[in-house]
């Protein structure tokens, strides 16, 4: 797996210089775990112009952003090449082409949604690397099977950086939440059966979606992935989350068709922290 650390800083520098699945399915409408509590959900928010459930990932400047030092008082230090600055996310306003290379010519292979795949939740999306002129961001492609990359133009669009990260180890079960690179809490989890099991990726959070209880917990994260081996019978969706459970024991297990499910009280610790455009590293 790349070295995402090394890269974010990468990131930061180049831009300076130009400028889960047991549950979230059946839940969220389509997504691998609960459509009852999902048509609740749509009921409750029609449309995208009402999303009272999603909390913006728009990060504020901070208040001192273009002032000029007082004097007498040393400006501070540019971030050293191998100092972790935080991971790029965009906002997706419109749908846009994914190609195959950095440039306009080459071949189209993919989408990048405006909308998240079952609340059409507007889309921000984790940058991966940012090209040598800083013009094309490297993402993979949400909802798709196989898993691949390509590139899109970064012009026009709204950006900011997250310093946190999720890491997923899926032969733990455990998830890990970083900031800049150094691990703030660790928590157990879920994970996807052996017949259904949950595909390893880079993901980014598209969905932040309150539910009343049952099988989805109180709280669900849908991600940016699909599980492409639902479990036999399964008439849910299929988009991956991390989210809550009304079955506390399967936590730590491989139990799920395929979402990652962890406590309440671990969903209450990453509500603050994992916004549109989070980072979600699952790996085996």
Known sequence: MRNHTLRASWVATVLA?????????????????????????????????EPAFVVSATTPAPESAGLEPAA????????????????????????????????????VVGTMPSGSKYYDVAVSAWVEEVS??????????????????????????????????????????????SKLGRELFAMPAATGTSVSPTPPGEYFVTD????????????AFGISGIQPNLPPGWTGG?????????????????????????????????KPLLQLGTPVIVVR
């Open 208 to 219: 932040r979606i309150p539910f009343a209880g049952g099988s989805l917990g109180t709280f």
């Open 72 to 107: 007498g008082v040393a400006a501070p230090a540019a971030p050293r090449p191998d100092e972790p600055t935080g991971h790029l996310v965009v906002r997706v306003q419109r749908d846009l082409a994914v190609r195959a290379e950095p440039t306009a010519k080459a071949r």
């Open 132 to 177: 040598a002129d800083g013009r094309w961001g490297r993402v993979e492609i949400p909802y798709v099977w196989p898993r691949r990359h390509g590139w899109i133009a970064l012009r026009g669009l709204a950006r900011h950086t997250t310093d946190i990260e999720v890491q997923v180890d899926l032969s733990e079960h455990r998830i890990t939440v």
């Open 238 to 270: 299929n988009q991956l989350a991390i989210h809550g459970t009304n079955a506390p024991s399967s936590i730590g297990r491989s139990a799920s068709a395929g979402c990652l499910r962890v406590s309440e009280r671990s969903l209450e610790r990453l």
């Open 17 to 49: 210089g130009a400028l889960t699945v047991g549950s979230f399915a059946a839940g969220l409408p389509g997504i691998a775990g609960a459509h009852q509590i999902g048509a609740v959900a749509r009921a409750a928010h029609p449309s995208r112009s």
